[in-house]
């Protein structure tokens, strides 16, 4: 059998680490990624609020709570649509800054958690005659705001609560 020239491994290696690196991108951006630890989703859903990926929002939540919203005709279905069309507006006319944030979790057993934002800031944004006005903000040493439940399934952890009503309570508590 003839032996591979170096360049034919070199090529066969970089080819393997694309097509690794390509499927790794894509389950991290998609729906149902779910992370390693309670504390990583909850970050990771935090920074995709900042930059308003909403697919990276979407993958942080229990696959198994999409798909019950998508399938019902109910008033958290009615709910779902509403915030949808609030938040997902183009163009974008908020916006949500997360500063220093501090996690305390607290396990109510193996497979869920309670995870609390303990410490940090949130500035909340509205886009008024072409500029960012605050509006908003939450001092998270100083107000308790409602713990996520994060759960775990097949290994990762996720939020509960669907990602806009999550958007929603950070709104309704910057606006206070």
């Known amino acids: 059998m003839p032996k591979r020239s ?4 070199t090529r066969t290696l970089i080819s393997a680490a694309f097509i690794f690196s390509a499927t790794l991108l894509i389950c991290l951006t ?3 990624c779910g992370q390693a630890t ?9 920074g995709a609020v900042q930059s308003h990926d909403y ?15 998508e399938e019902e005709e109910s008033e958290l279905a009615y709910t779902w649509d509403e915030l949808y069309r609030r938040y997902q507006a183009d163009p974008v006319t908020w916006r949500m800054d997360f500063e220093s944030i501090r996690l305390d979790s607290s396990y109510l057993d193996e497979s869920s958690t309670l995870v ?16 960012w006005q605050i509006v908003g903000e ?17 290994g990762c952890w996720y ?3 669907l990602d806009l009503h999550i958007v929603y309570g950070l709104e309704s508590a910057a606006r206070m």
Do not use: H, W
Request: aromatic share 8%.
């Open 6 to 9: 170096s360049g034919c491994k």
């Open 55 to 69: 697919d990276a929002m979407r993958s942080c939540i229990n696959p198994e709570a999409i798909r019950k919203v």
């Open 116 to 131: 609390r934002i303990t410490g940090g800031r949130c500035r909340l944004y509205n886009l008024e005659d072409e500029r």
């Open 159 to 161: 939020l509960e609560a």
């Open 30 to 32: 998609a729906a149902g």
């Open 138 to 154: 939450i001092d998270f040493s100083q107000e308790d705001f409602s713990p996520l439940y994060v759960v775990e399934k097949d």
């Open 38 to 46: 309670p504390e990583e989703t909850v970050y990771k859903f935090l």
